[in-house]
């Protein structure tokens, strides 16, 4: 598992002070770049010329509120790793309480034929370090 914690700020919320709903998938994808950058990966996953990794599912579930000025923890768990894609799992708490949990599922794909490929070798091992 990787974790991140984040400050709410007021931009994060709506006219009643709770988080706007898609924050949370920028705040999810925030602690997907973080846990991808500590695999200190040979190639640049995010900007190369052989393959791009794109999301093709997301969802989620909010359980509690989450006010401007909460701070909040994202635990990411690989929950599923196959040989091309992968699904990321994320629990959002406020101190203990589960306030939100998302899903993004993320295929791995040639850049230029646009069909899937074979994950890198040092990529599947920094996912498995993080596997449920």
């Given at each position: 598992?990787?974790?991140?914690?984040?400050k709410i700020n007021f931009f994060d919320c709506d006219p009643a002070g709770i988080i706007f709903y898609s924050r949370i998938f920028e705040f999810c994808h925030s602690a997907y770049e973080q846990m991808?950058?500590?695999?200190?990966?040979k190639e640049n996953y995010w900007m190369?010329?052989?393959?791009?990794?794109?999301?093709?599912?997301?969802?989620?579930e909010y359980v509690k509120p989450i006010k401007y000025g909460d701070e909040i923890s994202i635990n990411v768990q690989?929950?599923?790793?196959?040989?091309?894609?992968?699904?990321?799992?994320?629990i959002i708490k406020r101190?203990?309480?589960?306030?939100?949990?998302?899903?993004?599922?993320?295929?791995?794909?040639?850049k230029k034929s646009w069909k899937k490929k074979e994950m890198y070798a040092d990529l599947t091992?920094?996912?498995t370090k993080h596997k449920v």
């Open positions: 598992m990787y974790t991140i914690k984040r991808i950058s500590s695999f200190n990966l190369n010329g052989d393959y791009v990794v794109p999301i093709i599912h997301s969802e989620s690989v929950s599923q790793l196959k040989t091309a894609s992968f699904e990321l799992t994320y101190d203990k309480d589960l306030c939100c949990h998302a899903k993004t599922v993320h295929v791995f794909v040639d091992e920094g996912l």
